[in-house]
């Protein structure tokens, strides 16, 4: 039986019918440039460069994908910019709820997957069920492959600093704050308050109501943030701050919270599962005050709570954009990227799970030897209650550019948790308005 949203092969879709099948019908070998931030320094380049390389390997005469880099803050901005020049790439990562609706959908511009979903139909049986149903389009059309892998998003502790009594995801929030003793979080106030707004999640998870609200919204965005949960959330985030955050915290970008969480001047930060890499050996180079990656633990939030997104778009979106020969590379491409053994590597490279995949014996055998990895996978149980970050639920100009402003004048005391989350409702209407 096809999962809800398959269309049939018969059925008409828009953009090309290029298919991965066809192969490289003029005998020359296809190139296409993909313009990405998992590039260099990026902590996503740890296992899609090395990805990239298996793919042209294997295909080497036939297809061959060029990188292109563009930094991540302003990756969907280059998106739009392109877009309107006519040159909107063939295969874009990360696309949110809000560009979809204001580019993609109006301007016809995604290239439906339902015909490749049809063609890999072991691709289809891994989706997850919500993003398959937030793909659909009410015509039918699929936007982007849906979610598989889920990256909880949670904690890293070092616990040659702070080694508490119990896990982490069995305490309360005060219980988690009295364990820090001095022991400082890595916060950040640039790049989106990216640390400290998972923390705030979790926060507002942990109040009464707060869990069922993330929820609520969940794939939607959020408008009125004068609401008790969050509110509550907000005071707490600065108490704890007032206590608890690494000196360095109001003006760091997500490079100084890491760097000092590397260099153990905190012991605690939040991040997703994607930063395990930055433990092993081979990054020591990044490490110093004799920190070392083999203490770090991983664990997720106070109150059994993890944060990551289902109803959401996949990590891949086609469009319309490119020659069929390039749509076809691209095809290609998504089909290898999503195999077992790809899927399998970039489970044990980022630590993510993938629900719906009943994983190999050599899979299994290289978890064992990976206790971070391994951890993060049985941490998540059917009492864990998986929330989605504040941000995603914020209007992009609010969670890209508000949130952190406003951010640095509640820690430093120039306004109050209530008038941080009145200009956040009201930024948003605004936004709405506009």
């Known amino acids: 039986m096809k999962k809800p949203g398959i269309r049939s092969s018969g059925d008409t879709a828009s953009g090309s019918d290029a298919s991965a099948d066809d192969g490289a019908s003029t005998g020359k070998e296809i190139v296409l440039t993909l313009s990405t931030y998992y590039v260099g320094e990026n902590v996503g380049a740890v296992y899609f460069e090395p990805a990239v390389e298996r793919f042209n390997e294997q295909n080497a005469g036939k297809y061959r994908i060029e990188l292109e880099e563009v930094v991540e803050a302003s990756y969907l901005d280059k998106m739009s910019q392109l877009a309107q020049a006519g ?109 400290s707004m998972l923390f705030l999640t979790a926060l507002i998870a942990n109040e009464e109501g707060g869990a069922e609200l993330l929820q609520q919204y969940d794939g939607e965005k959020l408008y009125d943030f004068n609401q008790e949960p969050i509110i509550n959330a907000v005071t707490k985030l600065k108490e704890i701050w007032d206590t608890n955050a690494a000196s360095n915290s109001v003006g760091a970008a997500y490079a100084d919270a890491a760097n000092g969480f590397m260099s153990e ?24 005050n004799n920190f070392d990656g083999a203490n770090v633990k991983a664990d997720y939030y106070p109150g059994n709570v993890a944060i990551c997104n289902t109803r959401i778009y ?5 469009t319309t954009g490119g020659t069929d020969e390039e749509k076809e590379c691209a095809l290609a491409f998504l089909a290898f990227i999503y195999s077992q053994e790809e899927l399998e590597t970039f489970a ?12 190999s014996d050599e899979f299994l055998a290289k978890l064992d030897a990976d ?21 995603s639920i914020m209007v992009d100009s609010v969670a890209n550019d508000l949130f952190a402003n406003d951010l640095v ?24 308005a506009d």
């Open 87 to 195: 040159e909107i790439p063939t295969l874009i990562a990360g696309v949110t709820t809000e560009w979809a609706n204001t580019v993609l959908i109006p301007n016809n511009l995604y290239y439906p997957m339902n015909d490749f979903l049809e063609e890999h139909p072991e691709i289809m049986d891994l989706c997850l069920d919500a993003s398959v149903e937030y793909c659909t389009q009410e015509n039918g059309d699929i936007l982007s492959v849906p979610v598989i892998t889920l990256s909880n998003m949670g904690s890293y502790y070092n616990s040659a600093m702070y080694s508490p009594d119990k896990n982490i995801v069995d305490m309360s929030v005060d219980e988690f704050v009295e364990s820090l003793g001095d022991n400082k979080l890595a916060f950040q106030t640039v790049d989106n308050a990216w640390t």
């Open 265 to 288: 001047q905190s012991a605690v930060i939040f991040n997703g599962s994607w930063m395990n890499s930055e433990f092993s050996a081979d990054s020591s180079g990044n490490w110093s």
């Open 314 to 318: 996949g990590r891949w979106t086609m």
């Open 348 to 359: 044990l490279t980022e630590g993510c799970q993938i629900p719906h995949m009943e994983y």
């Open 371 to 391: 206790p971070l990895v391994k951890a993060q996978t049985k941490l998540v149980t059917e009492d864990t209650t998986i929330v989605p970050s504040i941000a």
């Open 409 to 432: 004048q509640l820690v430093n005391g120039a306004i109050t948790p209530e008038q941080f989350c009145q200009d956040l409702t009201t930024k948003s209407e605004e936004a709405v």
